[in-house]
């Protein structure tokens, strides 16, 4: 191997992989919220999870299966309902809307989320909370130097930021 061609290989790997984020993806355990809420209700809740229809190319693939699986987590981890079941198996359903989703930067990644929540009694069919919470999230080269991998970093950030504010307010109910 000539010597020149030796001598750049490495920065052309380290470049490739900081532009490309190899096997980077988002990860449900950065988007879980841990809080201790005021009230741990002792009934059951099922989730579900709408991306709004201007998300960005390729979002629902992305991210719907983590988000999904950080907020069902974020629901375990702080007990604010006895447990997670299926939808039609539970007393209360907890929606999920997603208005407005970015994240991107090619320095310093930014994410910008709006999630409208709501939260219904099954077996009166009645909304008995509803509340739309913005959240962003910044992050550096320091949190992560390769780019793609901080895009993803900063959506979950921003989400767990999200779903921390409205697992706290559920958390406040009397229910």
């Not at 991210?63 to 039609?88: E, H, L």
């Amino acid at each position: 191997m000539p010597s020149n061609l030796r001598a750049t290989l490495p920065a052309v790997i380290l470049t490739v992989v900081s532009l490309c984020g190899c096997a980077m993806s988002f990860d449900a355990a950065d988007a879980t919220a841990h809080i201790t809420p005021q009230n741990s209700h002792p009934y059951s809740v099922s989730v579900t999870l709408h991306l709004g229809p201007n998300q960005w190319l390729g979002a629902e693939d992305r991210y719907f299966p983590a988000m999904q699986q950080a907020v069902t987590d974020s629901i375990n981890s702080s007990r604010v309902f006895n447990r997670v079941v299926p939808v039609g198996a539970s007393d209360y359903l907890l929606d999920a809307r997603v208005l407005f989703m970015d994240a991107r930067g090619s320095g310093d990644s930014t994410s910008n989320i709006r999630i409208l929540w709501s939260l219904q009694q099954v077996s009166s069919g009645k909304v008995i909370w509803a509340q739309t919470f913005r959240t962003s999230c910044a992050l550096t080269m320091k949190d992560s130097f390769v780019g793609l991998d901080r895009m993803y970093k900063a959506a979950a950030c921003g989400i767990r930021a999200n779903a921390s504010k409205a697992l706290t307010e559920i958390g406040e109910l009397d229910l």
